[in-house]
């Protein structure tokens, strides 16, 4: 059966571009510089990629872009950050709209974990001070004669049998306790919410802690690799005066995840006092002179290597939400996968608050339009909840129409919104704007 959806009722000069839309392509908003071979996982013939001024976009992809909600056209079903960190993005207001949002966990790991083995280096061997210095002597004329003489100046440690404490042990720190162990580091580790899969990435001889405070004490250098996330039970300022309280003297604190991470003032009470290092890709207003901290412009992720993949991995994830209805990577949705759709059926999504009979109102009303559901799946996370059915269409008329149940459901009490995912793209998709169809 051919299948029919409405398009374009429901205040579209408010909420969309109607006359310049195009249906039977996905429109691709982007903000910021985002890497061209990312970008190319969007086929031509499917997909209008577009920036600032795309008006009728069903996905967004952005860097580091602050986004708001006014950024955001109506027409949107998903957000995608080329990056782990989506502090950039209004998160809990997008669940309240129903919107996912993505990340790419990992994409970046292999950058950000070079850097953390570089920081080991500059804390070690007091590389900066050098180089410094031998300017200075260049432009006085005298690198070559006091070359020999001055390099006492800047004496170090090696690695090789120091301790490493990695606090976090996802896809950045599992990463550097191998690297570490290879350069021949004695290792210990800390992460209440390790997974199987990230602890069978890790060295054998890893020794896993049960609180931050066990893990640094005793160790030469510590690597912050947890997310930053704000509020009660929160970890701003975790690494404080408590845990900082249990540094060794002369320990290196290595900061390649947040800044807020750290309680500065902690943080230089104990460089005033101790022989200590501390080494951050992030600003900080009271240690960046300090002279022993080494601050960096947050290079971490600023490769071509992790552009590229963190790109491709939000294209690819935005491709498979949009014809699939797939999640994955999501910081706000559920992860949620329906097998392939069988031949002949058409798939509906929807998104809806996580209340108690949801799911029978929505296959009540299509029971009542005569409809079969051959396969579905709900899975919910906090306040959202997330349905994937794929109804079967053989048995009815030339023409099946789903523009009567896509409202009916739509306009359930609790639901943000559907889709009917059948073949051609940019359509099918509407929501609940305050009581207020829109298709």
Known sequence: AGIEVEHGRGEWKTYGDVENYQPGKFQIKTFN?????????????????????????????????????????????AIARCGAGTNNIPVARMTELGIP?????????NAVKELVLCGM???????????NHMTELGKQGLAKERVEKDKALFGG????G???????????GSQTARDAKALGMNLVGY????????????????????????????ADYISLNIPYIKGENGTHGIIGKEVIGHFKPGAILLNFARGELVDSGAMKEFLDTNDGKYISDFPDDLLWDHKSSVILPHLGASTEE??????????????????????RNSVNFPDTALPDRPEGAVRFTVVNKNLPGMLAHITETFANAGLNILQQINHSKGDIAYNVMDVETAGHEEVLSFKTVQEQITMLDGVSSSRIIYGTPGTGFARNLDGTYFV
């Open 101 to 109: 949002v993505f990340n790419t966990p990992g994409a970046n790991a």
């Open 191 to 218: 992460d209440p919410g390790l997974s199987v899969a990230s602890a069978l990435k890790l060295p054998r001889k890893l020794e896993l802690k049960d609180s931050i405070t066990a893990a640094v004490a005793g």
């Open 33 to 77: 510089k985002i890497s061209p071979i990312g970008l190319g996982r969007f086929p031509t013939e499917s997909y209008d990629v577009l920036a600032e001024q795309a008006q009728n976009a069903h996905a967004i992809l952005l860097r580091s872009y602050k986004l708001q909600e006014e950024d955001i056209p109506k027409t949107t079903r």
């Open 162 to 172: 120091k301790t490493l404490a990695v606090i976090g042990l996802g896809h950045i």
């Open 121 to 131: 280096f500059l804390g070690s061997r007091r590389i900066v001070d050098g180089i």
């Open 306 to 327: 992790a552009e590229d993949a963190a790109a491709s991995m939000a294209a690819e994830t935005i491709r498979d939400f949009l014809e699939t209805g797939r999640i």
């Open 157 to 160: 440690q090696e690695l090789a």
